[in-house]
């Protein structure tokens, strides 16, 4: 069982730049591939960045490349998501979850998830 607890999110003017993380409890933190989703309000729930158990490998979102950034510290059972150049379509609540398989863009690929974190993006 893994529990996962978001924090970071909160109100930010375009262009301006956040970090979320994700605490993970548990002892096994480094056997699971970890994932950032976003939801925005009236829309399905939709990737945004992955990493791999060990850090080694990491996939992003077409829309992200280049602003949304994901790492992780298995030393403190974290995983971030750096964000700059935030835009107003990045607006959404962000959730991470957790994976027992390989990194995966697929929602259903993923075993835990947490409870979300607000980030808005004003113009």
């Known amino acids: 069982q893994v529990q996962l607890v978001e924090s970071g999110g909160g109100l930010v003017q375009a262009g301006g730049s956040l970090r979320l993380s994700c605490a993970a409890s548990?002892?096994?933190?480094?056997?699971?591939?970890m994932g950032w989703f976003r939801q925005a309000l009236g829309k399905e729930r939709e990737f945004v960045a992955a990493?791999?158990?060990?850090?080694?490998?990491?996939a992003h979102a077409n829309s992200v490349k280049g602003r949304l950034t994901i790492s992780r510290d298995n030393d403190k059972n974290t995983v971030y998501l750096q964000m700059n150049s935030l835009k107003p379509e990045d607006t959404a609540v962000y959730y991470c979850?957790?994976?027992?398989?390989?990194?995966?863009?697929?929602?259903?690929?993923?075993?835990?998830w947490g409870q979300g974190t607000q980030v808005t993006v004003s113009s």
């Open positions: 990493i791999s158990n060990n850090g080694g490998s990491t």
């Open positions: 548990g002892r096994t933190f480094s056997s699971y591939a």
């Open positions: 979850a957790a994976s027992y398989g390989s990194t995966s863009w697929l929602k259903y690929e993923y075993d835990y």
